[in-house]
C-alpha cells in the first residue's frame, strides 16, 4: 500500500522513520497492521468501523474473516493467537460490538496472550455526548487490558500500531485494544513508518543472573524430593525445548498446569500430568504430599516435594486449592517475567524475575558445566507407586446405570452406554496423539484434558483462568486458520457449544474445517457435579434438555448444523462411535460430532475449591 519515499529526521535528529504516500486514516491503520505481519483479521463491520473495513477489501495480505458475533470473532483471534504464537487480531464497531469483544479480551488477560482489539469509535466531536453507540471502551476495558490507546491524532497511528503489537507479544503477553474515532479514519495524512516502538519504562527483556541460577543448582543439589511445576509462562516464552532438556538433565518429575499442558511431553516418564482441582492424584501427592483421613483427623502418609521449582506459573487457586498448605513443606523458587506474580499468591525463597527460556538455557549451561550429582532414585520410585496407586480410571458406576439417561436413551443395555471419557480417548487412539484440541468450560473441558495425551507445545487451547464457555468452536476455527495442516478439533459441551454455535456459518462459508466433538449429557455438568457434592443434588437450572419431553434430545444439534450446510452426526450406541468418529475425522469440512453421554458422570479426582490435597476425591 505504501512506498517508501524519503527517511525523515525529528527536529532532535533523532530518525523517526520511513515516510509514506499520503492516505486515508483507515488505510494507514491497515498499512500498519501490514507491516506487522498480520495476515488475519476477525472483524465484525458497523457504522464506525466500515471505513476500516473499505481499506480491508483492498488488502492483498490481510484475510478478513466475519465471525457471526463478535465474541466469536475475539475467541477466533485468540485460537490463532495460542496456536501459532503470533497475535491475534479482531475488530468490532463501536458500543455493543466493542462491548461483545469484552469477554474474549478478559480471557486474553487471564490467560496471557497475545490479542490486538481494535474498534470503531464515534466521531471525536461527540465523544462523551452519549451518542448512538457511544461507549467508553477504553475505560470498559481498563481493567483487563495490559495496555490501551485511544487515537486522537492521525499521525499518531503507525506509532501506535507498532507499539500495540510490541506489548501484546512480548514479556508477559496480553490483550492490548486500539480504539479509532471515525473521524480520524476519514482524514488523510502522509504515515511516517517507525521501524522501532521503544516505550520508556517498558522492558520485557528480563534475565535472571547467575548468582539467583547457581542458587538454584545448590538447592537442586541439597533436595530429596524435587518438582518442576510449570504453566502457560513455557508455551508462551517457546522455552519446552530448554524445559525438557533440564528436567532430563537433573532427572527431575514435571507437573504441568492446564495452561501449560504441552510444555513437556505427557508420555514422557518424567511427566506427572497436569495438577490442581482436576489434576492426577500423583501430581498433587507429588508437590503437597499424600495423607489419609480417620475420623476427621488427617494423617500424613507419604511427604511431597521438598524443593518446588515453580517456573513461568502463578500459583491459581485452581491449582493450590487452599493455598497454605500447597507444598507446605518445599522450599519455594518460582521464576517469572512478571515481577507483580512473585510472592502473589504463595510467597517463594527465591523469587527471580526473568524470561523463562533465557533462564533454563543458561541453567542448561551451568549444568552441563557441573552435572547435578543426584538421582533422586527413592523419589522416583515413590512416584512410581503413586502412578500405580492412582492412575486416572473410569468406570460405568451405578449412578450411570440408575440414570434417567439409562432409561430415556438406551433401553437398558448398559455395554452400549458412552462414557465421555471414552470418547477422548478414542479420539487420542485415532488421531494418534497429534491433534491440536480447543475446548469449552466445564466437565468436558476437564476430561479433554485428561484423557487426551499432549506432546507439543500450543495443542490444547483453553479458556483457563476465564473459563469462558463458549471458547472452544471459534477458538477451533482461529487455530485452523493458524494450523491449516493440523486436524483442529472442538471437544465441547452441549451448554458451551450453544453459545457461539453461530460460528457454524463462519467455518462453512469461509471454509475453515474445524470439527466439534459435542459431548452432550443435555446437562450443565459442571455445576451438576457441584450440585451433586454440595447441594444435595438439587437441580438450580441446570438441565438444558425440554422438560415436556425428555426422551428428545434438546436442541437437535445435527439438524441445526445441517441449517448452516456443515455435516453432522448423532452417536447414541457404543457400537457406533468408533465409525461415525472415522468420518469425521476423514471429512475435509467442518464437522459436528453430537455424542450422548449420561449426566451422572463426576470428574475425578476431584479437590473441592479451597481444599487441600487430604481431601482429595479419586478413584480407587
Ligand atoms: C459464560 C459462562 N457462563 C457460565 C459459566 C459457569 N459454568 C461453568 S461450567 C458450566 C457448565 C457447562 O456445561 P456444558 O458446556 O454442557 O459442559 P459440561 O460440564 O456438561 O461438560 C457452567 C454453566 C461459565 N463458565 N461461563
Ligand atoms: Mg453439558
Not at 524445559?243 to 511427566?271: D, N, Y
Not at 472452544?472 to 465441547?492: H, N, S, T
Amino acid at each position: 500500500m505504501s512506498k517508501t519515499v524519503i527517511e525523515k529526521k525529528s527536529p532532535a535528529g533523532r530518525e523517526r522513520g520511513a515516510l509514506g504516500t499520503p492516505m486515508l486514516g483507515s488505510e494507514i491503520l491497515v498499512a500498519a497492521l501490514e507491516r506487522e505481519g498480520v495476515d488475519t483479521i476477525f472483524a465484525y463491520p458497523g457504522g464506525a468501523s466500515m471505513e476500516l473495513h473499505q481499506a480491508l477489501t483492498r488488502s492483498r495480505q490481510i484475510r478478513t474473516i466475519l465471525p457471526r458475533h463478535e465474541q466469536g470473532g475475539g475467541f477466533a483471534a485468540e485460537g490463532y493467537a495460542r496456536a501459532s504464537g503470533k497475535a491475534g487480531v479482531c475488530m468490532a464497531t463501536s458500543g455493543p460490538g466493542a462491548t461483545n469483544l469484552v469477554t474474549a479480551i478478559a480471557d486474553a488477560y487471564m490467560d496471557s496472550i497475545p490479542l490486538v482489539a481494535l474498534t470503531g469509535q464515534v466521531p471525536q466531536a461527540m465523544i462523551g455526548k452519549g451518542g448512538f453507540q457511544e461507549t467508553d471502551f477504553f475505560g470498559l476495558t481498563l481493567p483487563v487490558v495490559k495496555h490501551s490507546y485511544l487515537i486522537t491524532d492521525i499521525n499518531e497511528i503507525p506509532r501506535i500500531v507498532k507499539e500495540a503489537f510490541y506489548i501484546a507479544q512480548t514479556g508477559r503477553p496480553g490483550p492490548v485494544i486500539i480504539d479509532f474515532p471515525k473521524n480520524i479514519q476519514q482524514q488523510k495524512a502522509q504515515p511516517v513508518w517507525p521501524r522501532t516502538a521503544p516505550i520508556r519504562g517498558y522492558n520485557p527483556e528480563k534475565r535472571a543472573d547467575d548468582v539467583a541460577l547457581n542458587e538454584i543448582i545448590g538447592l537442586i543439589e541439597k533436595s530429596e524430593r524435587p518438582v518442576l511445576y510449570v504453566g502457560g509462562g513455557v508455551i508462551s516464552g517457546n522455552a519446552s525445548d530448554e524445559l525438557r532438556a533440564f528436567a532430563e538433565a537433573a532427572q527431575i518429575p514435571v507437573t504441568t498446569t492446564i495452561m501449560g499442558v504441552g510444555a513437556f511431553p505427557e508420555t514422557h516418564p518424567l511427566s506427572l500430568r497436569w495438577l490442581g482441582m482436576h489434576g492426577t492424584a500423583y501430581a498433587n501427592w507429588a508437590v503437597s504430599g499424600e495423607f489419609r483421613k480417620d475420623d476427621e483427623k488427617v494423617i500424613a502418609v507419604a511427604p511431597g516435594a521438598d524443593l518446588l521449582l515453580a517456573f513461568g506459573v502463578r500459583f491459581d487457586d485452581r491449582v493450590t486449592g487452599k493455598v497454605e498448605k500447597f507444598c507446605e513443606s518445599g522450599t519455594i523458587v518460582h521464576i517469572d517475567i512478571d515481577a507483580s506474580e512473585l510472592n502473589k499468591n504463595k510467597p517463594a525463597s527465591l523469587p527471580i524475575v526473568s524470561d523463562i527460556r533465557l533462564a533454563l538455557a543458561r541453567l542448561n549451561e551451568l549444568v552441563r558445566h557441573r552435572p547435578i550429582q543426584k538421582r533422586f532414585t527413592a523419589w522416583h520410585r515413590q512416584i512410581a507407586a503413586w502412578k500405580e496407586k492412582a492412575p486416572l480410571r473410569y468406570r460405568v458406576t451405578d449412578e450411570v446405570l440408575k440414570s434417567q439417561h439409562m432409561r430415556d436413551h438406551m433401553g437398558g443395555k448398559a455395554s452400549e452406554v458412552i462414557l465421555p471419557q471414552m470418547v477422548i480417548e478414542l479420539l487420542y487412539e485415532l488421531t494418534g496423539g497429534d491433534a491440536i484440541i480447543t475446548t469449552g468450560v466445564g466437565q468436558h473441558q476437564m476430561w479433554a484434558g485428561q484423557w487426551y495425551r499432549y506432546t507439543y507445545p500450543r495443542q490444547l487451547l483453553t479458556s483457563a483462568g476465564l473459563g469462558a464457555m463458549g471458547y472452544g468452536y471459534p477458538a477451533a476455527l482461529g487455530a485452523k486458520v493458524a494450523r491449516p495442516e493440523k486436524q483442529v478439533l472442538d471437544i465441547d459441551g452441549d451448554g458451551s457449544f450453544l453459545m457461539n454455535v453461530q460460528e457454524l456459518a463462519t467455518a462453512h462459508i469461509e471454509k475453515i474445517a474445524a470439527k466439534a466433538i459435542i459431548l452432550n449429557n443435555q446437562h450443565l455438568g459442571m455445576v451438576v457435579q457441584w450440585e451433586d457434592r454440595f447441594y444435595k443434588g438439587n437441580r438450580g437450572h441446570t438441565y438444558l434438555g425440554d422438560p415436556e419431553n425428555m426422551k428428545q434430545i434438546y436442541p437437535d444439534f445435527v439438524a441445526l448444523a445441517k441449517s448452516f450446510n456443515v455435516p453432522a452426526e448423532r452417536v447414541m450406541y457404543k457400537k457406533d462411535l468408533r465409525a461415525a468418529m472415522q468420518r469425521m475425522l476423514d471429512s475435509d469440512q467442518p464437522y459436528v460430532l453430537d455424542v450422548i453421554t449420561p449426566y451422572t458422570e463426576h470428574v475425578l479426582p476431584f479437590i473441592p475449591a479451597g481444599r487441600t490435597v487430604a481431601e482429595m476425591i479419586y478413584q480407587h
